[in-house]
């Protein structure tokens, strides 16, 4: 799994099945992780195809695919798990673009990691592109991982947040039935806290190290007021959104806007609007708890927002690593659950959450 943060791209060891005659009948088992971070050239190329060069996305394509391979490669290597064994790979990929369903029209995506390089290096069949299907039966494509939220983490009598803060934040509603859980974007993770580090330390840092530039400035309220009032944050689930919407564009206009704001200050006003835009999205549903995972959670300045805005509500939150995953592996672990669905023919999508007309099989299977 790469994420939007584009920062590097998980590995998961994983078995997962459906176990008969049990209390629990679904079981994943994480059996190892790795994290693998993009070289700065990969980086800055992968940030540059966000603004579309063909050329550039279409090597990208291939250089992401032998990337992937080599972690595969590597993640068996360190576990000594015969590839023999290995059913198959689930390759998330890495977003390129986004384009929601909207006005009427039909939504796009486009993920990169050529799917045959990873089959021919690895001799695994694997399985990619699980967005498209969703989209082609009118979903949102995005999210993806309520099913396997339901899977991992319904309780009877017990509604949870699960929330996912990568480059955007995205959290699943449990709260009973598959068919009534919801899930949907809430708006900006890490991706304009981490664009905005790009420019002020010039494209030295990447993101906000346990939030500490952040923390040392002050949020400038009338800058929270007017991205609190941002379009997207009234829309009504299903929906999805991405950094053409909450991305560089946004964080220049805002530095060209506010120009003297300090910079620190700029930070921790983003910092603000991510956790107030997850409190705001959530807070109608009133969950008996929130699961964090994903990067986000790494910025304990965010964190510490976010658990302060739920305090208020009574509303405990919790991080996923007290379940027994860590929360860098988690979203890796859910496509891992997703290609399981998919070799076994099972849909992989809930429509519910993605807006779709019909639940559908995902992804494309590519044969070694």
């Given at each position: 799994m790469s994420g939007t943060s584009h920062d590097g791209a998980d590995f998961v060891l994983a078995e997962t099945g459906f176990i008969k005659?049990?209390?629990?009948?679904?079981?994943a088992k994480l059996l190892a992780h790795l994290h693998q971070p993009y070289g700065t050239s990969m980086k800055e190329q992968i940030r540059r195809s966000f603004f579309g060069d063909a050329e550039l996305i279409c090597g990208l394509n291939f250089a992401l695919g032998e990337f992937y391979a080599r972690g595969v490669i590597k993640l068996l290597q360190r576990t000594g798990i015969p590839y023999k064994t290995i059913d198959a790979i689930a390759s998330h990929g890495q977003t390129i673009?986004?384009?929601?369903?909207?006005?009427?029209?039909?939504?796009?995506?486009?993920?990169?990691?050529?799917?045959?390089?990873?089959?021919?290096?690895?001799?695994?069949?694997?399985?990619?592109d699980f967005r498209t299907r969703d989209m082609a039966a009118g979903g949102q494509g995005a999210p993806l991982v309520p099913i396997t939220d339901y899977l991992l983490f319904n309780k009877k009598g017990v509604a949870r947040a699960i929330v996912n803060i990568g480059g955007m934040a995205n959290v699943t509603i449990i709260q009973g039935k598959q068919e009534d859980t919801i899930a949907f974007d809430m708006g900006p993770g890490n991706a304009l806290i981490d664009e905005a580090m790009r420019i002020v330390s010039g494209y030295i840092k990447i993101y906000d190290r346990n939030g500490a530039f952040a923390r040392s400035g002050k949020c400038h309220r009338h800058l929270l007021k007017k991205l609190s009032s941002h379009p997207y944050l009234k829309k009504r689930p299903p929906k999805s959104t991405g950094r053409e919407t909450f991305g560089e564009?946004?964080?220049?206009?805002?530095?060209?806007?506010?120009?003297?704001?300090?910079?620190?200050?700029?930070?921790?006003?983003?910092?603000?609007?991510?956790?107030?835009?997850?409190h705001r999205a959530i807070i109608p549903y009133r969950p008996d708890e929130v699961i964090l995972s994903g990067g986000g959670t790494k910025n304990s300045f965010l964190t510490s927002l976010i658990h302060d805005r739920f305090q208020e509500s009574s509303i405990p939150v919790h991080t996923i690593s007290e379940y027994g995953i860590?929360?860098?592996?988690?979203?890796?672990?859910?496509?891992?659950?997703?290609?399981?669905?998919?070799?076994?023919?099972?849909?992989?999508?809930?429509?519910?959450?993605?807006?779709?007309?019909?639940a559908v099989v995902l992804g494309k299977i590519t044969l070694p």
């Open positions: 005659n049990s209390s629990n009948p679904f079981q673009y986004h384009v929601p369903p909207g006005n009427k029209k039909r939504g796009s995506t486009l993920q990169i990691g050529e799917a045959s390089v990873i089959a021919e290096r690895t001799g695994i069949a694997t399985i990619s564009a946004m964080v220049r206009h805002i530095f060209s806007t506010y120009r003297k704001a300090p910079h620190e200050d700029i930070v921790a006003t983003l910092t603000h609007f991510t956790s107030a835009s997850i860590p929360s860098e592996a988690k979203e890796a672990l859910s496509f891992a659950i997703l290609g399981y669905l998919t070799l076994k023919g099972m849909p992989g999508n809930i429509p519910s959450a993605t807006g779709a007309e019909r």
